[in-house]
């Protein structure tokens, strides 16, 4: 139901753009977030979003470089991701929540299959 895509290769200093597509149910009363996992990491918090679109938060690691943001009328959720740094380097997951937006991984009721974003040096 949630569609990650977007994901691919770039050098560090290079920018990424994410979409999270919604299909079979609309998410446009939801909070959505994005977390990342890296290898041998625990999953993160990157970044979230209210249902109406803001407010938003983010992550002290990439706050100031990514941005969420929402298209309701798409049903669909992007990550701008600027200035890509190696450690960014991931699994990027986008998830919807029901309630408000939050920084923790088990209060989202839906999670898509995740893109891999991969920041070379």
């Known amino acids: 139901q949630l569609q990650a895509s977007g994901g691919g290769l770039v050098q560090a200093g290079g920018s990424l753009r994410l979409s999270c597509a919604a299909s079979?149910?609309?998410?446009?009363?939801?909070?959505m977030g994005w977390f990342r996992q890296a290898p041998v990491k625990e999953r993160e918090f990157v970044a979230a979003i209210s249902w109406g679109g803001g407010p938003t938060y983010y992550a002290d690691s990439v706050k100031g470089r990514f941005a969420i943001s929402r298209d309701n009328a798409k049903n669909t959720v992007y990550l701008q991701m600027n200035s890509l740094k190696p450690e960014d380097t991931a699994v990027y997951y986008c998830?919807?929540?029901?309630?408000?937006?939050?920084?923790?991984?088990?209060?989202?009721?839906?999670w898509g299959q995740g893109t891999l974003v991969t920041v070379s040096s």
């Open positions: 079979g149910r609309t998410f446009n009363s939801y909070a």
């Open positions: 998830a919807a929540n029901r309630a408000r937006p939050t920084l923790i991984a088990s209060h989202y009721d839906y």
